[in-house]
C-alpha cells in the first residue's frame, strides 16, 4: 500500500530543516505528491519536456527565464504552471517576481522559497519521497534490534514474544516496536521498520499490562527504526511435527514482505528453552550465512570426508 502524501505534508516535514516559506497558491496545498498515473513524487530543477512533479528553480533556471524576451517568459511561466505541478520551489533565496506569484495564485499552485542551496533541495526532497511515499505494511510481531540486526519476532498469541522481547532488552537488545510494526521499502532490497507514533515505547506483557520500555530500562533500549534482516517465528510444536523437524539444518525458509524475500527462521517453543540465548544464537547464524558460512553444509563435508576416508 503507497501513502497519500500532500504539498502541505511536505511543506510541514521539511518548513524547519529547509527554511520554507510560502509565497503563493495555498489554495493548492492538498495536492498529492504522485502524479496522475500514482508514480511517486519526481523532483528536480526546472523542465517544460518531462515536468517534474516539484519543479525547483535555482540560480541557473531563474537566470535562463530572466534571460527571455518578456513574450517567451510569459509563455515560459505559463507552460510551468500549465502542467500542475504540486508544488515549485525557489531555491537559493531567490526573489518571486511578480509574474510567478499571479501564475502561481491563478492557478492554484503552492509557490514555495528556501535560502537553501538546489542541490540540498533535491537531496531533501529525494528522502523524504523515498520514506514518506514508499510501499508499506503492518506486521504483528516485535521487532527489535537484536546484536545489531532487525529482527521482527512473531507467533501465535500468548506464545511468548513479549515476554521473551523482555529478555532480550535486559540482554542490552534494543525494542522498536510492539504488536504492530510498521514497515516500508525504501530501496530495492531494503525494508525499513518503525513503530507507530501511539505504541511508542510500549510494550504489552501478558499479567503485567502495558510496561513503558524507555522510563523502565533508559533510551538505550529504544531503536526508533531499523532495517528488517531476519524474522522468527515462534511455534509450539507437536511431538510429530518435532520429529520432522531437520535437525541438522533446522527450520530455515523466506517470507514475502512488500516484494522481498526476508529470511525466517522457525524456533520450536518448550518449557525449559531459554528463547532468548536461542534466537541471538540465530541472529548469529544468520550473519555467519550472509558471509558464505553455513554450519550444517561444513558439518556435512566434514562427515563425507570421514566415511570416503579423505582426510586431506
Request: net charge negative; with cysteine; charged share 25%.
Amino acid at each position: 500500500m503507497h501513502q497519500t502524501v500532500s504539498t502541505r505534508d511536505l511543506y510541514e516535514a521539511l518548513r524547519d530543516r529547509l527554511a520554507l516559506e510560502r509565497l503563493a497558491g495555498d489554495a493548492g496545498m492538498d495536492r498529492p505528491l504522485s502524479d496522475k498515473e500514482g508514480a511517486p513524487i519526481l523532483a528536480g530543477p526546472l523542465n517544460f519536456i518531462h515536468p517534474n512533479r516539484i519543479q525547483v528553480v535555482g540560480a541557473a533556471e531563474s537566470a535562463f527565464l530572466a534571460g527571455l524576451p518578456a513574450e517567451a517568459r510569459r509563455d515560459a511561466v505559463g507552460r510551468l504552471f500549465e502542467a500542475e505541478p504540486a508544488a515549485v520551489i525557489l531555491a537559493e533565496g531567490i526573489e518571486a517576481d511578480e509574474l510567478l506569484v499571479v501564475a502561481a495564485e491563478s492557478s492554484s499552485t503552492p509557490l514555495l522559497r528556501t535560502p537553501g542551496a538546489i542541490s540540498e533541495l533535491l537531496d531533501h526532497l529525494q528522502y523524504y519521497s523515498s520514506i514518506a511515499l514508499a510501499e508499506r505494511v503492518t506486521l504483528h510481531g516485535v521487532f527489535m534490534e537484536v546484536l545489531g540486526m532487525g529482527v521482527l519476532i512473531t507467533g501465535d498469541p500468548a506464545v511468548g514474544k513479549s515476554e521473551l522481547a523482555l529478555e532480550l532488552i535486559s540482554r542490552g537488545n534494543r525494542l522498536v516496536a510492539d504488536d504492530a510494526a510498521e514497515f516500508f521499502r525504501i530501496a530495492p532490497d531494503t525494508i525499513s521498520g518503525t513503530c507507530p507514533a501511539l505504541l511508542q515505547d510500549f510494550l504489552e506483557v501478558r499479567g503485567l499490562g502495558i510496561v513503558n520500555v524507555r522510563a523502565m530500562f533508559g533510551d538505550s533500549a529504544i531503536k526508533r527504526n531499523k532495517y528488517l534482516r531476519l524474522i522468527v517465528q515462534l511455534r509450539r510444536m507437536t511431538d510429530d511435527e518435532l520429529a520432522a523437524v531437520d535437525r541438522l539444518s533446522g527450520c530455515h525458509s523466506t517470507r514475502p514482505v512488500l516484494g522481498l524475500d526476508v529470511a525466517e527462521v522457525t524456533i520450536p517453543v518448550a518449557p525449559g528453552r531459554n528463547m532468548a540465548i536461542l534466537v541471538e544464537t540465530a541472529v548469529r547464524n544468520h550473519m555467519l550465512k550472509l558471509k558464505g558460512y553455513d554450519a550444517s553444509e561444513v558439518f556435512i563435508e566434514s562427515q563425507r570426508r570421514a566415511v570416503s576416508g579423505d582426510f586431506d
